[in-house]
């Protein structure tokens, strides 16, 4: 099994659905990120989670929201699905402990928007 | 505040031929550096890591790069390119404070391209 795994890996969804996109890890660390992808603007943060109780926004959090359900579990929301947030969205986790060594990025979901 | 400015969004070298991919950053701390690889339709790989000490790092797959601090940058090179290295990389910089957002701050990409 994957240390970072995301579902769905690929969704089509229509403009105005919630959808959620869930991400679990297996690797104990303690700080979880979302990212999206977009062609020619690489990978930006959508919003970070260093414990249960901490969360906090990144780069582009408006229309996303997020929750960390157990130090394994970080969910990424769209409560209303609009085009422009079709894009490759990345699940990761952190150890600081660990320091550089300590990344994992799951294989990504592709989500569209129509 | 960090960044990473990847110069070219596309680059192109024949088979063979020495692949140089351009990284430069700013950062308020020490950083640091990755390179990350993605083939078509997958996640992201690491392909090498700058922390501490040796300013020449190897990675996977025959590439290396070089922290030159005094020019601010961690260029990708490979001596000979070969047709499955064609994909999307991407530079990255951490200044793993654990004051802030400690999450890795991306270029935008370049797009390599091996032609025969």
């Known amino acids: 099994d994957a240390d970072v795994t995301q579902t769905p890996r690929n969704r089509i969804t229509k403009t105005g659905k919630r959808i959620m996109l869930e991400c679990s890890q297996t690797?104990?660390?303690?700080?979880m990120y979302w990212y999206r992808q977009d062609p020619g603007l690489g990978l930006r943060l959508i919003y970070y989670?260093?414990?249960?109780?901490?969360?906090n926004k990144g780069e582009i959090s408006d229309g996303y929201s997020v929750s960390r359900q157990a130090q394994a579990k970080f969910s990424l929301s769209l409560e209303s699905a609009i085009p422009n947030q079709t894009a490759l969205y990345f699940c990761?986790?952190?150890?600081?402990?660990?320091?550089?060594?300590?990344?994992?990025f799951g294989s990504g979901t592709r989500l569209t928007v129509v | 505040a960090q960044s990473v400015t990847q110069l070219g969004s596309h680059v192109s070298v024949s088979e063979g031929a020495l692949v140089l991919l351009r990284c430069n950053y700013s950062?308020?701390?020490?950083?640091?550096l990755f390179w990350y690889v993605q083939y078509p339709n997958q996640g992201l790989q690491l392909l090498l890591k700058y922390t501490t000490g040796a300013t020449l790092v190897k990675g996977i797959n025959g590439f290396e790069a070089e922290f030159k601090k005094s020019e601010t940058s961690f260029h990708l090179t490979k001596p000979s390119a070969h047709m499955s290295d064609a994909a999307e990389y991407f530079c990255a910089v951490s200044d793993f404070s654990g004051g802030g957002a400690d999450g890795l701050t991306f270029g935008k990409g370049t797009h390599l391209i091996i032609q025969p």
């Open positions: 690797k104990g660390h303690d700080r």
């Open positions: 989670s260093f414990d249960v109780k901490d969360i």
């Open positions: 950062s308020s701390v020490p950083p640091y």
């Open positions: 990761a986790t952190s150890n600081p402990g660990q320091g550089a060594n300590g990344y994992t």
